[in-house]
Protein backbone atom coordinates (compact mmCIF):
# COMPACT_ATOMS: atom_id res chain seq x y z
CA UNK A 1 0.00 0.00 0.00
CA UNK A 2 1.48 3.45 -1.08
CA UNK A 3 2.05 5.92 1.58
CA UNK A 4 1.37 9.72 2.15
CA UNK A 5 2.42 11.07 -1.59
CA UNK A 6 3.18 14.48 -1.98
CA UNK A 7 4.33 16.70 -4.94
CA UNK A 8 6.70 18.32 -5.49
CA UNK A 9 9.64 17.06 -3.86
CA UNK A 10 11.58 20.40 -5.03
CA UNK A 11 10.37 23.54 -5.87
CA UNK A 12 12.62 27.22 -6.03
CA UNK A 13 10.63 30.07 -7.03
CA UNK A 14 10.84 33.68 -6.40
CA UNK A 15 9.27 35.95 -3.80
CA UNK A 16 6.19 37.56 -4.55
CA UNK A 17 4.69 34.10 -6.64
CA UNK A 18 2.46 31.71 -5.97
CA UNK A 19 3.11 28.22 -4.76
CA UNK A 20 0.97 25.29 -4.63
CA UNK A 21 2.08 21.77 -2.84
CA UNK A 22 -0.60 18.65 -3.17
CA UNK A 23 -0.67 15.87 -1.07
CA UNK A 24 -2.55 12.31 -1.19
CA UNK A 25 -2.86 10.63 2.02
CA UNK A 26 -2.88 7.21 3.03
CA UNK A 27 -6.37 5.07 1.66
CA UNK A 28 -9.06 5.33 4.79
CA UNK A 29 -7.07 8.10 6.98
CA UNK A 30 -9.64 10.55 7.75
CA UNK A 31 -7.17 13.32 9.09
CA UNK A 32 -4.62 14.98 7.26
CA UNK A 33 -2.00 17.71 8.80
CA UNK A 34 0.00 20.20 6.93
CA UNK A 35 3.76 20.63 8.67
CA UNK A 36 5.79 23.22 7.94
CA UNK A 37 9.82 21.94 9.11
CA UNK A 38 12.83 24.62 8.85
CA UNK A 39 15.80 23.59 8.94
CA UNK A 40 17.21 21.90 12.21
CA UNK A 41 13.64 22.43 13.85
CA UNK A 42 10.94 19.82 14.44
CA UNK A 43 7.19 20.20 12.18
CA UNK A 44 5.10 22.82 13.18
CA UNK A 45 1.72 22.77 12.55
CA UNK A 46 -0.48 24.62 10.00
CA UNK A 47 -3.64 22.91 9.58
CA UNK A 48 -5.13 20.31 10.43
CA UNK A 49 -8.29 18.59 8.56
CA UNK A 50 -10.85 15.85 9.56
CA UNK A 51 -12.13 15.34 6.44
CA UNK A 52 -13.40 18.07 4.89
CA UNK A 53 -13.17 20.50 8.18
CA UNK A 54 -10.36 22.79 9.27
CA UNK A 55 -10.28 22.06 12.85
CA UNK A 56 -7.16 23.62 13.75
CA UNK A 57 -5.79 26.20 11.67
CA UNK A 58 -4.94 28.53 14.04
CA UNK A 59 -1.12 28.70 13.36
CA UNK A 60 -2.05 29.13 9.64
CA UNK A 61 -0.63 32.59 8.32
CA UNK A 62 -3.98 33.44 6.18
CA UNK A 63 -2.86 36.15 4.90
CA UNK A 64 -1.06 34.23 2.46
CA UNK A 65 -1.27 30.92 3.11
CA UNK A 66 -4.80 28.84 2.23
CA UNK A 67 -5.74 24.92 2.12
CA UNK A 68 -8.17 22.92 1.07
CA UNK A 69 -9.75 19.18 1.03
CA UNK A 70 -11.80 18.74 -1.08
CA UNK A 71 -14.31 15.69 -0.65
CA UNK A 72 -12.35 14.95 2.10
CA UNK A 73 -9.31 13.05 0.44
CA UNK A 74 -6.55 14.84 -1.45
CA UNK A 75 -5.22 18.35 -0.18
CA UNK A 76 -3.31 21.55 -1.48
CA UNK A 77 -1.87 23.92 0.05
CA UNK A 78 -1.44 27.45 -1.45
CA UNK A 79 1.42 30.16 -0.79
CA UNK A 80 0.39 33.79 -2.67
CA UNK A 81 2.84 35.65 -2.75
CA UNK A 82 5.60 33.69 -0.95
CA UNK A 83 8.77 35.73 0.92
CA UNK A 84 11.85 34.70 1.82
CA UNK A 85 11.19 33.58 5.20
CA UNK A 86 8.74 30.81 3.19
CA UNK A 87 11.69 28.64 2.75
CA UNK A 88 11.23 25.70 4.09
CA UNK A 89 9.90 21.47 3.64
CA UNK A 90 6.47 21.35 3.77
CA UNK A 91 5.64 18.11 5.11
CA UNK A 92 2.11 16.29 4.96
CA UNK A 93 1.11 13.62 7.17
CA UNK A 94 -2.23 11.42 7.67
CA UNK A 95 -4.06 9.34 10.51
CA UNK A 96 -6.94 7.06 11.17
CA UNK A 97 -8.91 8.50 13.89
CA UNK A 98 -10.14 5.11 15.33
CA UNK A 99 -6.59 4.73 17.49
CA UNK A 100 -7.67 8.20 19.21
CA UNK A 101 -5.32 9.69 20.76
CA UNK A 102 -2.70 7.12 19.96
CA UNK A 103 -2.83 7.59 16.44
CA UNK A 104 0.05 7.41 14.80
CA UNK A 105 0.66 10.18 12.24
CA UNK A 106 2.08 8.71 8.85
CA UNK A 107 4.43 11.40 6.84
CA UNK A 108 5.27 12.30 3.15
CA UNK A 109 8.64 12.63 2.37
CA UNK A 110 7.75 16.46 2.29
CA UNK A 111 8.16 19.33 -0.48
CA UNK A 112 11.49 20.99 0.06
CA UNK A 113 10.50 24.85 -0.79
CA UNK A 114 13.43 27.20 -1.59
CA UNK A 115 12.09 31.06 -2.48
CA UNK A 116 14.82 33.32 -3.86
CA UNK B 1 3.57 26.53 28.03
CA UNK B 2 3.81 23.50 26.51
CA UNK B 3 7.63 22.76 25.55
CA UNK B 4 9.61 19.50 24.31
CA UNK B 5 13.33 20.05 24.95
CA UNK B 6 15.74 17.32 23.16
CA UNK B 7 19.42 16.67 24.16
CA UNK B 8 21.97 16.31 22.95
CA UNK B 9 21.40 18.79 20.28
CA UNK B 10 23.73 16.63 17.99
CA UNK B 11 26.01 13.45 18.84
CA UNK B 12 28.40 11.56 16.94
CA UNK B 13 29.00 7.62 17.45
CA UNK B 14 30.99 4.71 16.32
CA UNK B 15 29.22 1.98 14.77
CA UNK B 16 28.36 -0.87 17.36
CA UNK B 17 28.48 1.42 19.91
CA UNK B 18 25.46 2.40 22.43
CA UNK B 19 23.76 5.90 22.73
CA UNK B 20 20.89 7.92 24.72
CA UNK B 21 18.70 10.74 23.42
CA UNK B 22 17.25 12.42 26.03
CA UNK B 23 13.77 14.53 26.25
CA UNK B 24 12.31 16.84 28.26
CA UNK B 25 8.59 17.98 28.23
CA UNK B 26 6.10 20.47 30.21
CA UNK B 27 3.20 19.44 28.08
CA UNK B 28 0.08 19.55 30.34
CA UNK B 29 -2.11 17.31 30.79
CA UNK B 30 -0.22 14.48 29.58
CA UNK B 31 -1.61 11.74 27.16
CA UNK B 32 1.31 10.14 25.49
CA UNK B 33 5.11 10.59 24.30
CA UNK B 34 6.42 9.28 20.66
CA UNK B 35 9.92 9.09 19.35
CA UNK B 36 10.19 9.48 15.57
CA UNK B 37 13.07 9.03 13.34
CA UNK B 38 13.80 11.12 10.19
CA UNK B 39 16.42 9.94 7.66
CA UNK B 40 17.50 13.38 5.72
CA UNK B 41 15.18 13.93 2.72
CA UNK B 42 12.46 11.99 4.52
CA UNK B 43 9.46 12.52 6.42
CA UNK B 44 9.68 11.31 10.39
CA UNK B 45 8.69 8.24 10.94
CA UNK B 46 7.03 6.59 14.69
CA UNK B 47 9.33 4.44 16.33
CA UNK B 48 7.59 4.17 19.80
CA UNK B 49 4.48 5.53 21.75
CA UNK B 50 4.05 5.39 25.21
CA UNK B 51 1.34 6.81 27.99
CA UNK B 52 1.66 7.81 31.34
CA UNK B 53 1.71 3.96 32.37
CA UNK B 54 3.95 2.66 30.11
CA UNK B 55 7.64 2.74 31.56
CA UNK B 56 9.70 1.45 28.84
CA UNK B 57 8.96 0.49 25.23
CA UNK B 58 11.25 -0.99 23.11
CA UNK B 59 11.00 -1.85 18.72
CA UNK B 60 14.30 -3.82 17.71
CA UNK B 61 17.22 -2.16 19.15
CA UNK B 62 15.55 1.40 20.16
CA UNK B 63 14.32 1.10 24.08
CA UNK B 64 12.31 3.75 24.81
CA UNK B 65 11.65 5.07 28.93
CA UNK B 66 8.80 7.42 30.00
CA UNK B 67 9.08 8.94 33.71
CA UNK B 68 5.93 10.67 33.98
CA UNK B 69 6.31 12.09 37.05
CA UNK B 70 9.79 14.21 35.81
CA UNK B 71 8.32 14.51 32.62
CA UNK B 72 11.58 12.78 30.92
CA UNK B 73 12.09 10.48 28.31
CA UNK B 74 14.71 8.60 26.63
CA UNK B 75 15.49 6.63 23.94
CA UNK B 76 18.59 4.43 23.52
CA UNK B 77 19.80 2.92 20.54
CA UNK B 78 22.05 -0.56 21.38
CA UNK B 79 25.08 -1.65 18.89
CA UNK B 80 24.57 1.13 16.37
CA UNK B 81 24.68 0.98 13.29
CA UNK B 82 25.45 3.10 10.36
CA UNK B 83 21.67 3.48 8.99
CA UNK B 84 20.65 4.97 12.75
CA UNK B 85 22.03 8.34 11.56
CA UNK B 86 18.94 10.27 11.77
CA UNK B 87 17.46 13.12 13.12
CA UNK B 88 15.57 11.74 16.25
CA UNK B 89 12.42 13.79 17.06
CA UNK B 90 10.72 14.18 20.94
CA UNK B 91 7.01 14.43 20.10
CA UNK B 92 4.06 14.60 23.27
CA UNK B 93 0.71 14.69 22.78
CA UNK B 94 -1.46 16.35 25.43
CA UNK B 95 -5.11 15.17 26.41
CA UNK B 96 -7.99 16.58 25.14
CA UNK B 97 -8.69 20.34 25.68
CA UNK B 98 -7.88 23.57 24.16
CA UNK B 99 -5.00 22.61 22.03
CA UNK B 100 -7.43 20.17 20.24
CA UNK B 101 -4.89 17.06 20.27
CA UNK B 102 -2.01 18.91 18.36
CA UNK B 103 1.30 17.51 19.10
CA UNK B 104 4.57 18.89 20.51
CA UNK B 105 7.55 18.18 18.72
CA UNK B 106 11.41 18.94 19.86
CA UNK B 107 14.03 19.95 17.61
CA UNK B 108 15.11 16.42 17.63
CA UNK B 109 18.55 15.16 17.93
CA UNK B 110 20.94 14.71 15.47
CA UNK B 111 22.65 11.29 15.22
CA UNK B 112 25.71 10.04 12.94
CA UNK B 113 27.41 6.73 13.25
CA UNK B 114 30.78 6.65 11.98
CA UNK B 115 32.02 3.28 10.62
Known amino acids: EAGVVQSPRYKIIEKKQPVAFWCNPISGHNTLYWYRQNLGQGPELLIRYENEEAVDDSQLPKDRFSAERLKGVDSTLKIQPAELGDSAVYLC??????????????FGAGTRLSVL | KNQVEQSPQSLIILEGKNCTLQCNYTVSPFSNLRWYKQDTGRGPVSLTIMTFSENTKSNGRYTATLDADTKQSSLHITASQLSDSASYICVVRPDRGSTLGRLYFGRGTQLTVWP
Open chain 1, 93 to 106: ASSSSTGGLRDIQY
